[in-house]
Antibody, heavy 122, light 107 residues
Framework: QVQLQESGPGLVKPSQTLSLTCSVSGGSISSGGYQWTWIRQHPGEGLEWIGNIYYSGSTYYNPSLKSRVTISLDSSKTQFSLNLRSVTAADTAIYYC??????????????WGQGTLVTVSS | DIQMTQSPSTLSASVGDRVTITCRASQSISSSLAWYQQKPGKAPKLLIDKPSSLESGVPSSFSGSGSGTEFTLTINSLQPDDFATYYCQQYNSYPRTFGQGTKVEIK
C-alpha cells in the first residue's frame, strides 16, 4: 500500500521560497497511471489544487499560482517536490501531497500524505 | 476554472438521520466527480467516484448520484463516525477544483 509523507520547513519568511518534499513508499513514481499532486488548505478553509507532475515530467499548474510554482521529480524516483516562490502570509496553509490515480473515466486522489503546516511569517 | 458550489455549508443532524449534500458545477462535468470526507487534523479520504461508485471499505450507507452539473451525496442513517466535512471535486478539466465543503455536525 502506497504511503506519502511531506517534509520541509514549517516556517518560511515572506518573499522567500517555500520548498516541500513528498516521499513515496510502497509504490513507484516511475510507473504510469498516476499523477503526483500538491494540494493546500488554508486554516479552517477548503482545498486548493496547486498542481501535479507525471512520471514523464509533464506538469499542470493552477493558473492562480502558475507564475510562482514548480513541481519536480527527484532523481531517486521516490520523491517529488514543490517550490513556491515569493511567498506571503496568504500562502500559510496545510500542504498535502497526494496521488491522483488515472483510470478509465476516473482521476481521483486515492492516497494522501498527512499534511504539513507551513506558516509564512517574519 | 470550473466552480464547484456545495450546499448547505453546515448541516446539523442526529445519529440515524438521512442527510443529503448537493454539489453544483458551473458547467457540465459529465460524471467526473468525486466525494471526499475530512475529519479534523486529518487528510481527506476518498469516498465515492464517478459519482456513484463507492470506494472499497466505505459503508453502504453512503451513496452518490448525478451527472452534468448537479450531484448529491446521501448518507442514510448517520453514524457517529460520519460527523465530518465533505468535499466534492471535479476532475473533468484543469485546474482541479473542490467545493467549499459541507460540515456535518451533531444536532
Amino acid at each position: 500500500q502506497v504511503q506519502l509523507q511531506e517534509s520541509g520547513p514549517g516556517l518560511v519568511k515572506p518573499s522567500q521560497t517555500l520548498s516541500l518534499t513528498c516521499s513515496v513508499s510502497g509504490g513507484s513514481i516511475s510507473s504510469g497511471g498516476y499523477q503526483w499532486t500538491w494540494i493546500r488548505q488554508h486554516p479552517g478553509e477548503g482545498l486548493e489544487w496547486i498542481g501535479n507532475i507525471y512520471y514523464s515530467g509533464s506538469t499542470y499548474y493552477n493558473p492562480s499560482l502558475k507564475s510562482r510554482v514548480t513541481i519536480s521529480l527527484d532523481s531517486s524516483k521516490t520523491q517529488f517536490s514543490l517550490n513556491l516562490r515569493s511567498v506571503t502570509a496568504a500562502d500559510t496553509a496545510i500542504y498535502y501531497c497526494a496521488r491522483e490515480k488515472i483510470a478509465f473515466r476516473s482521476e481521483i486522489f486515492d492516497s494522501w500524505g498527512q499534511g504539513t503546516l507551513v506558516t509564512v511569517s517574519s | 476554472d470550473i466552480q464547484m458550489t456545495q450546499s448547505p455549508s453546515t448541516l446539523s443532524a442526529s445519529v440515524g438521520d438521512r442527510v443529503t449534500i448537493t454539489c453544483r458545477a458551473s458547467q457540465s462535468i459529465s460524471s467526473s466527480l468525486a466525494w471526499y470526507q475530512q475529519k479534523p487534523g486529518k487528510a481527506p479520504k476518498l469516498l465515492i467516484d464517478k459519482p456513484s461508485s463507492l470506494e472499497s471499505g466505505v459503508p453502504s450507507s453512503f451513496s452518490g448520484s448525478g451527472s452534468g452539473t448537479e450531484f448529491t451525496l446521501t448518507i442514510n442513517s448517520l453514524q457517529p463516525d460520519d460527523f465530518a466535512t465533505y468535499y466534492c471535486q471535479q476532475y473533468n478539466s484543469y485546474p482541479r477544483t473542490f467545493g467549499q465543503g459541507t460540515k456535518v455536525e451533531i444536532k
